[in-house]
């Protein structure tokens, strides 16, 4: 017999009788401190006075080697042993980083094993230490915990390389093809592909002769385009075997800003802005174009989906011009272009109505519409060193050489007042959906900020000790489980470094203008799809 017959549930009634216990189906059906067990035939409720016994927790990391970081997308093995003398109805495990969510357990033996994807938990920082406590609840529901004895460390930071060891080579802004390959170009005239895993996907290609290549690469569907120092804009195979024959254009002055992209039916365009003064096209049928002088252009021309072309010069009246595009430039400005201020040298935007969003060196934001109109939304506290973004409402987050980041409305009233302070120049942020880090900023000085839609800091990182950081780019595997969603964000270095970060979210696709160029593949097209 239970030992309900010798102990506390001897329960005598009226008549000395004895009541049995209650009928159950299964330890749901008993009271707390009660589990369900069939004797001489019968399911009833029973007393447990023996809570589970919980020890040996461990954790560790599938991604990585023993005693290395676990990546912020990693997933975490954690095993312990469990028991109970009577009945075990579960044991789950949850991490610190969200001890309020659990997850079950499977048993082998006297062993419990669970896999703990880190994307599923928030991770508030950019490097934190995670421990797992392991919960064992037997079927009286009382229960017992354990937790690791070591903690593992979590970090966002994927990878670094350098490009070309040993060599502190400048780095132009990336480009991400779909497959996640990362295509930069350098002060040594070479462009180099990098694998998501980090290293080479195959050797580089050197265009030209060689010459400078400061202007972020773009990516077609029929071309990956390059613009360079020594004035050419040049089209390379998809697969980075080397140049396209004949796909080719001579700007007639040095190129410094990125490739805007205009894809046909038959043929893909690229289109740069040179310090000539011209803007030059090159097509995947072999075709070129050029456009009349007028002053020199350091940034590179933006497209909306009907092709218009548009582009704002340097120079102490630094003007916007607009371009229809038919195999030849017809600007549609002749008379009067319209000025945007003192050197525009920050990469142009397009807001949802086809408007020209720019930034000047003497602080000005400046609106223009497609008929030529415009008006200055907002005077900021610096220079103007990088691309404005576009919000899905309107919104317009620009940073200045002050270190101090703006979001305007699109009437420019300031809407962080004061403006958030990042202590060095601010560089072209990008917009992220699903999750807490609206924004990732990233400085000149090298260090990379993730912000809410209030500008509050989530964590910050220095990713370049004495190197500039330039603005970044992003991947997004296909195929992650809604809500859990993380991306890899690029951001090269002046010294020839390539950082791989893993975020929250992905791009914010609903906005017009989420980064500079616009979207990964940099196609600095308003129509192209983020």
Not at 124 to 152: C, H, K, M, P
Not at 394 to 399: A, K, L, R, S
Not at 482 to 509: R, W
């Amino acid at each position: 017999m239970k030992r309900w017959m010798t102990g506390v549930w001897v329960l005598v009634m009226g008549c000395g009788t004895v009541k049995d216990p209650p009928t159950c189906a299964t330890s749901a059906d008993c009271p707390a401190g009660e589990y369900c067990a069939s004797a001489q035939g019968e399911q009833r409720c029973w007393p447990d006075s023996h809570p589970p016994v919980v020890s040996g927790v461990a954790v560790s990391c599938l991604d990585v080697a023993a005693g290395e970081k676990c990546p912020r997308d990693g997933t975490l093995r954690v095993t312990a042993t469990a028991s109970d003398a009577e009945e075990l109805a579960e044991v789950r495990v949850a991490l610190t980083l969200d001890p309020s969510t659990a997850v079950a357990m499977t048993r082998t033996g006297d062993t419990w094993t669970a896999d703990v994807p880190l994307a599923t938990v928030p991770v508030a920082a950019f490097e934190a230490t995670v421990d797992a406590t392991v919960t064992a609840r037997d079927g009286a529901r009382q229960e017992a915990s354990a937790t690791t004895a070591a903690a593992i460390p979590v970090t966002r930071l994927r990878w670094t390389t350098e490009v070309e060891p040993g060599q502190a080579i400048a780095l132009t802004p990336a480009a991400v093809m779909t497959d996640g390959t990362v295509v930069v170009a350098g002060s040594n005239g070479k462009v180099y592909f990098v694998k998501p895993d980090g290293t080479r996907a195959h050797d580089p290609v050197t265009v030209g002769s060689g010459q400078a290549i400061s202007a972020a690469p773009a990516i077609g569907t029929k071309a990956i385009w390059v613009g360079s120092e020594d004035a050419w804009l040049r089209g390379l195979a998809l697969d980075g075997s080397g140049a396209l024959a004949g796909v080719a254009v001579n700007s007639e002055g040095a190129i410094r800003g990125s490739v805007a992209v205009f894809t046909e039916a038959t043929k893909e365009w690229g289109f740069v802005a040179s310090a000539s003064g011209r803007l030059a096209a090159a097509s995947t049928g072999l075709d070129t174009a050029r456009s009349g002088a007028t002053s020199a252009y350091v940034v590179g021309p933006a497209v909306d989906s009907a092709g218009r072309v548009f582009a704002a010069s340097s120079g102490a009246n630094s003007t916007v011009r607009e371009f229809l595009f038919d195999g030849a430039f017809t600007d549609q400005w002749v008379t009067s272009s319209p000025v945007v201020g003192v050197n525009v040298s920050a990469a142009i935007a397009l807001d949802r109505s086809g408007n020209v969003i720019t930034g000047s060196q003497d602080k000005k934001i400046n609106l223009t519409t497609v008929v030529g109109g415009t008006s200055t939304i907002a005077t900021v506290s610096d220079a103007i060193v990088d691309s404005p973004i576009i919000l899905p409402n309107g919104d317009i987050i620009v940073g200045d050489q002050s270190g101090a980041l703006h979001r305007l409305s699109s009437d420019g009233t300031a809407l962080w007042t004061p403006a958030r302070n990042l202590g060095a120049a601010v560089l072209s942020p990008m917009l992220l959906a699903g999750t807490s880090a609206t924004l990732l900023v990233p400085t000149r000085a090298g260090t990379l900020y993730a912000l809410d839609g209030s500008g509050a800091e989530i964590w910050h990182r220095s990713l370049g000790t004495g190197a500039e950081l330039r603005s970044g780019n992003i991947h997004t595997r296909p195929g992650q489980p809604a809500g859990h969603v993380v991306s890899t964000a690029y951001y090269p270095t002046s010294d020839g470094k390539l950082h791989a970060v893993i975020v929250d979210g992905q791009l914010d696709t609903s906005a017009p203008w989420p980064k500079a160029f616009h979207d990964p593949r940099n196609t600095s097209n308003a129509g192209t799809a983020p």
